[in-house]
């Protein structure tokens, strides 16, 4: 296939992305074709020129690829040189259970991400594998891969569109886009060369884009882009331009690595400075530096944070949301902002008729979607049997004047055909007017589309009352063809009067984000052909207002969000004032705020964006390329960005963004792959309740890791401490070892799945810049290491004085372990005390702590454990005694929440003048 400079590649997307301001004798000459389409002859060349109508698949990711890259972490590193080294001085003990560690947590990372992106076989998936073409003035079936830039191509109610096409022919054609732009409704398209260069992607009525359908009517276009020169293509192309820039957790736990490493490396330069000053043995100064420099790091850090997102995958999924990426999960406990498409993700994705005029009367449909559940009412009340014969009579209309049908499949109703016509059939069936029964009772003879032109659309049917002419239509248009209104008595002659209420009744409808659809009929002669001679004379029904409704749940979920200080922001490729609207009754947007279009977002410089999403929160009628500008921006303010979304519009702007959300039911095979969550009911709340987990899995891996490395630090003192004033090592490398990967690693586990807290959603989110370990953090840990290493030294310098040295470090050893597994509890909460968070709301860690210090007792009454662990053997009044001991760093720990508790209260307390 002959390659193109980027030059022509650029001419050539802009040709095609601005053919719709091209008229269509502009266009075949551009491509050298007519309304016979190309010979067999050049349809081949062009194939061969410019490729196949296909989209191009990044370069898939090698499984060692993925393998390798868990390998990047620097703690893992810290990891992999400390058991070598350990294995090297001889302990291999130690170097066999680090390097497991290593391993496992890798061997975990590479089973989450070893299904590689699949978004862009997704979007192949979405073009037709067949298309009708004409070749030479004939028509013919050819693989919609062949199609080629020139190729007039002919659609038809049902048909995926297999390219980027103008049209130069339209008869009653509408367009179902939502995949592409948001857009709710099928849009209704002609041959008409539109003005000025900067249209918006939904309101390009000329024009029908790859993987769109087509609802209603037929037409004919000229193929103006193919393969990735299409919109999909653009999209397919910013998702593989699109990179993981690693969570808000991933970042912090590697810039806290590389301060544990620059912090070992001064443990083991210290030492070595003081060992080499007293003159110790190289091999023994070389031991005791390397199990420093292990003390130092907390080798069950990465197994913890793995097991806890893991427990927390299993959660969400109970919650209904399903995550696609292992560390994704702490993203959401980070969010600040979350960008959420309106159609199907705010509201339900289906048109609902909600509001009905006739006969001088206003009636409220329930009910949402194209399911028959539902009821119309006046007034909060069933309507009575005059008014229910005026509904009948305008649902009839609405009915019969319809090409559309309802499809139940799976428990699930679904339309086939125009979203619109499908809503009004849904409203039929609530009051009893079931297409399949008026198909039997008025026979269809014919049908006028509806156009561009005309607005409006006929269907003439015949009973045994005789034939009648069925229309609806813009209600301005409509109205202005009629002469008499419907009443139940019978037709009578309209006045200026009732026109003025019509059309009261059509602003008001129109001002509340209601599409409206006017109905009228008239009896006609059954050989009438002449649609100017039916569509006269008519009498007036009534209107029907609809849209597609919010969900039930949302706006109960986006005052949960604004509770927890994060920003709703709603993206929609929809219009401005259903956006607005929508928003406003979700509490979204104020009664004041208005919509930002993708037209007015176009000029913006990246700072003025920045400027302007600061108190932005709707934009309307935007593309992919907006959506994504608007999450680069949002995260250029310092904000964690989620993005929710169901189309193909939306899957750059998913990728892009910090976390991605996908809805499971609604959403595209491209979204879902290119996402890091999906929704499995497609339920915005559901959103909020993985925020509420992502934040109690965050809460979770911050105490477990203030509990691993306060200990650490209680034993690097120790030691420090010994070495600086000539006292012997109070800890073996097997003490240590013990301590960090089993007193540690199994409480550890247990905090790392701790209950959320209650009071985890009433928080502002964490800032962007915010780091793991903060100036609180190192205060605790440093305070509660330097009272485990008092206690520890206390009972040391007490053993060296009356016991021998071997007694000395048992002693100390045991209080040790004593002291951090009773710690494990008040690690729970920074804020409340032991008794206020309950010791058996994680009775794992009850258990936990129970059996280990069993099991440490017992070892200090078995000969062969003492061996092992190189430990005396003593009496168990001793072992409770320091038991007692151990319990002080917990003591004085839960006195500090009361003191800082005190403090805080304080301060809100005005000082007196």
């Known amino acids: 296939m002959m390659q193109l400079t980027p030059e022509a590649v650029a001419v050539k997307t802009e040709n095609a992305t601005l053919s719709y301001a091209q008229a269509p004798q502009q266009l075949f000459e551009q491509f050298k074709t007519n309304e016979g389409g190309l010979s067999i002859a050049d349809a081949a060349e062009r194939l061969t020129r410019d490729g196949r109508n296909e989209l191009v698949e990044a370069k898939p990711i090698n499984p060692w690829s993925i393998l390798l890259g868990q390998f990047k972490s620097v703690i893992v590193w810290i990891l992999i040189v400390a058991g070598i080294l350990s294995g090297v001085l001889g302990e291999v003990v130690d170097s066999i259970a680090i390097?497991?560690?290593?391993?496992?947590?890798?061997?975990?990372?590479?089973?989450?991400?070893?299904?590689?992106?699949?978004?862009?076989?997704?979007?192949?998936?979405?073009?037709?594998?067949?298309?009708?073409?004409?070749?030479?003035?004939?028509?013919?079936?050819?693989?919609?891969?062949?199609?080629?830039?020139?190729?007039?191509?002919?659609?038809?109610?049902?048909?995926?569109?297999?390219?980027?096409?103008?049209?130069?022919?339209?008869?009653?054609?509408?367009?179902?886009?939502?995949?592409?732009?948001?857009?709710?409704?099928?849009?209704?398209?002609?041959?008409?060369?539109?003005?000025?260069?900067?249209?918006?992607?939904?309101?390009?009525?000329?024009?029908?884009?790859?993987?769109?359908?087509?609802?209603?009517?037929?037409?004919?276009?000229?193929?103006?882009?193919?393969?990735?020169?299409?919109?999909?293509?653009?999209?397919?192309?910013?998702?593989?331009?699109?990179?993981?820039?690693?969570?808000?957790?991933?970042?912090?736990?590697?810039?806290?690595?590389?301060?544990?490493?620059?912090?070992?490396?001064?443990?083991?330069?210290?030492?070595?400075?003081?060992?080499?000053?007293?003159?110790?043995?190289?091999?023994?100064?070389?031991?005791?530096?390397?199990?420093?420099?292990?003390?130092?790091?907390?080798?069950?850090l990465p197994t913890v944070v793995t097991v806890a997102l893991a427990l927390g995958v299993q959660r969400m999924a109970r919650r209904r949301a399903l995550i696609r990426k292992l560390s994704a999960v702490e993203t959401l406990g980070s969010t600040s902002v979350i960008c959420t498409d309106k159609t199907g993700t705010l509201t339900v994705g289906e048109m609902t008729v909600k509001r009905l005029f006739v006969a001088s009367e206003c009636y409220d449909v329930s009910g949402e979607g194209y399911d028959a559940a539902g009821e119309v009412t006046k007034d909060g009340k069933p309507v009575t049997d005059a008014a229910r014969a005026a509904v009948e009579q305008l649902m009839t209309t609405f009915v019969g004047c319809s090409n559309a049908h309802l499809v139940h499949e799976q428990g699930k109703v679904s339309v086939a055909g125009d979203p619109t016509e499908g809503a009004l059939l849904a409203a039929g069936n609530k009051i009893g007017i079931l297409q399949d029964k008026l198909d039997q009772d008025q026979k269809r003879l014919r049908e006028f589309p509806f156009d561009s032109d005309r607005k409006m659309m006929t269907v003439i049917r015949s009973s045994s009352l005789g034939t009648t002419a069925l229309v609806k239509g813009a209600p301005d248009i409509l109205l202005s063809h009629c002469t008499h209104v419907y009443h139940p008595d019978g037709a009578r002659p309209m006045s200026d009067e009732d026109r003025s209420l019509i059309l009261a009744q059509n602003t008001e409808m129109a001002s509340n984000a209601l599409r409206v659809l006017a109905a009228a009929y008239r009896s006609v002669d059954s050989n009438i052909a002449d649609v100017s001679a039916v569509e006269r004379d008519l009498v007036f029904v009534g209107l029907a207002g609809m849209y597609d409704p919010p969900r039930a749940e949302a706006k109960e979920a986006v005052a949960r969000c604004r509770s927890a200080g994060i920003r709703v922001i709603m993206i929609t490729g929809d219009h401005p004032h259903t956006a607005v609207a929508i928003a406003r009754d979700l509490g979204i947007a104020s009664e004041n705020s208005t919509a930002i279009t993708g037209t007015e977002l176009e000029p913006m410089t990246p700072e003025e964006l920045r400027r302007r999403l600061k108190d932005a929160s709707v934009f309307a009628r935007v593309t992919a390329e907006h959506k994504l500008r608007i999450v680069k921006a949002l995260k250029a303010n310092g904000d964690v960005v989620a993005m929710t979304g169901d189309g193909v519009n939306d899957a750059p702007a998913i990728k892009g963004a910090d976390i991605g959300v996908a809805m499971g039911r609604s959403g595209t095979e491209v979204t879902k792959e290119a996402s890091d969550m999906v929704i499995t009911d497609d339920n915005f709340a559901s959103i909020v309740a993985a925020v509420e987990e992502g934040r109690g899995i965050y809460d979770n891996i911050k105490k477990t890791l203030q509990y691993l490395l306060a200990g650490n630090t209680g034993e690097l003192l120790l030691m420090a401490t010994c070495i600086i004033i000539g006292l012997p090592m109070p800890l073996l490398p097997i003490h240590l070892l013990w301590i960090n990967l089993v007193t540690d690693g199994i409480p550890a586990l247990c905090l790392a799945t701790d209950p959320i807290d209650s009071d985890v959603m009433k928080r502002q989110p964490r800032p962007r810049t915010a780091e793991l370990a903060d100036r609180g953090f190192f205060i605790l840990m440093g305070l509660t290491g330097l009272l485990t290493a008092s206690v520890t030294f206390g009972v040391y310098l007490y053993g060296l004085k009356y016991e021998t040295l071997e007694m000395a470090r048992t002693h100390a050893f045991a209080v040790l372990v004593f002291a951090e597994l009773l710690r494990s509890f008040g690690c729970r909460s920074e804020t409340k005390l032991l008794w206020e968070v309950g010791l058996l709301s994680n009775v794992k860690l009850v258990l936990v702590v129970v059996a280990s210090f069993l099991f440490q007792i017992w070892s200090h009454h078995n000969e062969w454990l003492g061996s092992f662990l190189k430990t005396e053997m003593i009496d168990i009044k001793d072992c409770i005694l320091l038991m007692f001991l151990g319990a002080i760093p917990l003591l004085i720990l839960e006195v500090y929440k009361i003191f800082k508790r005190w403090n805080s209260s304080a301060k809100l307390v005005p000082l007196p003048e």
């Open 99 to 300: 390097l497991a560690i290593v391993v496992l947590n890798a061997l975990v990372g590479f089973y989450q991400e070893f299904n590689a992106e699949k978004s862009l076989a997704a979007l192949k998936k979405m073009t037709a594998p067949k298309a009708k073409v004409l070749r030479g003035g004939k028509v013919a079936i050819v693989p919609s891969a062949e199609i080629v830039r020139g190729d007039i191509v002919l659609l038809e109610a049902g048909d995926l569109v297999p390219a980027d096409i103008r049209f130069f022919d339209a008869n009653g054609l509408k367009c179902v886009e939502a995949a592409l732009t948001g857009e709710s409704e099928a849009v209704d398209k002609d041959a008409k060369t539109l003005d000025g260069k900067d249209v918006p992607l939904g309101d390009r009525t000329n024009m029908a884009y790859t993987g769109t359908t087509v609802a209603t009517g037929t037409g004919k276009g000229v193929v103006v882009a193919t393969g990735m020169d299409t919109e999909i293509g653009r999209i397919a192309g910013m998702l593989q331009a699109e990179t993981d820039d690693g969570t808000p957790l991933q970042k912090r736990l590697e810039s806290f690595g590389r301060l544990l490493v620059w912090a070992s490396l001064g443990v083991v330069a210290i030492v070595f400075v003081l060992g080499l000053i007293r003159q110790m043995p190289l091999f023994e100064l070389s031991l005791t530096a390397v199990s420093l420099a292990v003390a130092a790091v907390p080798e069950g």
